[in-house]
C-alpha cells in the first residue's frame, strides 16, 4: 500500500484539482494524489457531480474519522448460558472494539 498512498515527486501537487487524465492508461491512477482520488469519488451522486472545489474543502482525515465512528457496530449480542440452555442477550459495544470492527471492516473487506 505504500506505493500508492505515498506521493512521489512528479504526481506531488499543493492542491488536490490537477485535471489530469488518470484513466487513459492502465495504473496510473495509482500516481493521482489520494487526496484528490478521494475528493473525485465524493463527486459521484448527481447532486454532487462538478462541485470538486466544494469536496476539496473537506478534510479527507475527518472524512476517515467519521467512516470509522459511522461503520463501526454500537450494540453487539453475547451468549448467556444457565443450566444447559444458552440464550443471546444484546450488550452495548466498547470503542475499542468499535474501532477495531470499523477497521477491519474498511481495510480488509473483500
Known amino acids: 500500500l505504500q506505493d500508492y498512498i505515498a ?3 512528479k504526481s506531488a501537487k499543493y492542491l488536490p484539482h490537477s485535471a489530469g487524465r488518470y484513466q487513459v492508461k492502465r495504473f496510473r491512477k ?12 465524493m463527486m459521484m451522486h448527481g447532486r ?3 462541485k470538486k472545489l466544494m469536496t476539496v474543502r473537506i478534510n479527507p482525515v475527518q472524512v ?3 467512516a470509522v465512528i459511522n ?12 443450566a444447559g440452555t444458552v440464550r443471546r442477550q444484546a450488550v ?9 470492527q470499523a477497521s477491519s471492516l ?3 473487506a473483500t
Request: charged share 25%.
Open 7 to 9: 506521493v512521489k515527486g
Open 30 to 41: 495509482a500516481t493521482c494524489p489520494l487526496v484528490e482520488r478521494l475528493a473525485s469519488t
Open 48 to 50: 454532487n457531480n462538478g
Open 64 to 66: 476517515l474519522v467519521h
Open 71 to 82: 461503520s463501526g457496530p454500537r450494540e453487539d449480542s453475547t451468549r448467556i448460558g444457565r
Open 92 to 100: 452495548d459495544v466498547s470503542p475499542l472494539r468499535r474501532v477495531n
Open 106 to 108: 474498511h481495510f480488509f
